[in-house]
Each structure stands twice: as C-alpha cells, then as structure tokens.
C-alpha cells in the first residue's frame, strides 16, 4: 500500500516551534536544520504586495492589530512580528514574498517551496496571477508546491502555471481531494494528521504529506509508512528522527 520513499520534511511556517513563525529567522532556521521543503503562507496587502504570513489579521504574530487586507506595505513593515514569540528576536518584521524567496536563494536551497494561497476565508481579488506573475520572473532553483484550502485557487493557479506543482489541503473531507488527483488537478494530498489517524485503515493510494506532524509518535508513524513527505513545526527533530527509522534512504 505504501511506496518504500524517502519521506521528505518540510518545515511548517519555516521552524514554527523553535522560531517566530513565518520570519526570516525561522527559514533560516528551517534550512541550517535540513529539511527538504518550506511551507509558508500569502496574502494580499491593502497595496498589491505580496505578504507573507499566516492569519488574515496581524494581531497574533505582531505587536499591531487588523487585516493584512486593511494594511499597506509600510504599516505591515513597521510592526515586531518576533517579540511575541521571544525578547530575543524583538525587531523582526513580516517578510514580503519576494524576501523569502531571496533567502531561499541565498541559501541555494532546492527543495520544497510550498506556498499556500490563504484564500479560504477573505477573496484576494487577482493574487493567484500576482502570485503566477512574481515566479514567471523569478527564475527558482526549487521546486514549487501551491497549495490552498480553496479548490478554485489550486485550479486558477494550475492554468497560470501548468508546470508547477499541487496539493489540496483538507482538515476532515478528503472526498474533493482525492477526486481532484484522479482528475489530475492536484499531484497529492495534504490532509490534517488527525484524518490521516482516522483513517489508518482506508488510506488512499496518493501521495500524502500530512500536517501539522509534531509528536514523536506522530512523525514515526509516517516515517514507517514512507509518506511522501510531512509538514512539521519541529524540522530538525524530524530529520534527526527520519534518519533512525529510515536511515541512508537509497532508491
């Protein structure tokens, strides 16, 4: 039932449990512990930019509040998206698309880039082509991964660029999921760990990469399966863990 793969990490908003969520700091950190993929997440600011961060509303992850919708590039630059989460990385600022993308580059990384569009909640009128757009420009030396909870995004983005790859994301239903594989509108799954459990026993015959993998317990069960890949806050605890259980992994 299981492909004998290497499950591949990717880290879940950079180093999400050692680091500030979605800031520079955390893919850096993502990268230096080796995991194979980003995942991050983009919205739309008041002004076109492309912003990257998790909630629709700042007031979580900076010391400011409101909806990214509602903020210019400016007022989103101007707020501490790193006190919240330690006094040490008191300065950090909300990076644009373009900036992690940089740093990936910087790093020669050549992995994994999963971008989620978070179009779920609030309609961003015209980012899938403003997303399409930044990376028909932006030569990448990694592999590109759009993912979103909204089936529409997934499609918009397949027709502006066919060559990329992607993913539905699903918390409880995996019936649109599958049925969008089948129809080669998206190259695999990406379903909340939680349904992969309750699952165990029906689990589809596609490429999974389950979210959020955080416990011990969790990350060996996918290990053992050889899982595709997982999306996990703890990067380098997993790729320490993927290599007892999976070792030197030779096709």
């Known amino acids: 039932m299981f492909n004998r793969q290497k499950t591949m990490v ?116 015209g980012i899938e082509q403003l997303v399409g757009d930044f990376f028909k420009r932006t030569p990448v030396p990694f592999r590109l991964v759009f993912s979103s909870f909204n089936k529409k995004s997934v499609l918009t983005m397949h027709a502006l660029m066919p060559n990329a790859q992607y993913a539905k994301l699903f918390s409880t239903n995996g019936r649109q999921a599958e049925r969008m594989v089948r129809q080669h509108e998206a190259d695999g799954l990406h379903p909340d760990i939680r349904w992969v459990r309750e699952h165990r026993f029906f689990l589809p015959h596609m490429q999974m990469r389950p979210w959020t993998v955080n416990s011990n317990r969790d990350m060996t069960y996918c290990f053992k399966r050889h899982f595709a890949g997982i999306i996990t806050d ?14 030197d992994f030779h096709d």
Do not use: C
């Not at 990214?68 to 101007?78: E, F, G, M, N």
């Not at 703890?234 to 070792?247: K, N, S």
């Open 10 to 125: 990717i880290a879940h908003r950079g180093s999400k449990g050692t680091r500030p969520e979605n800031t520079l700091p955390a893919f850096q950190t993502a990268i230096d512990d080796g995991a194979d993929g980003i995942e991050t997440d983009v919205h739309l600011s008041m002004d076109g930019h492309l912003i990257v961060i998790h909630d629709e509303k700042v007031d979580r992850t900076t010391d400011g509040s409101g909806y990214v919708k509602d903020l210019t590039l400016a007022q989103i630059k101007a707020l501490d998206a790193g006190s919240w989460y330690s006094k040490r990385y008191r300065g950090t600022r909300v990076p644009t698309l373009a900036e992690v993308v940089q740093l990936l580059i910087d790093n020669h990384f050549t992995g994994i880039f999963n971008l989620e569009l978070k179009t779920n909640k609030i309609h961003y009128d």
């Open 234 to 247: 703890y990067p380098g605890r997993a790729v320490a863990l993927r290599q007892q259980i999976q070792g």
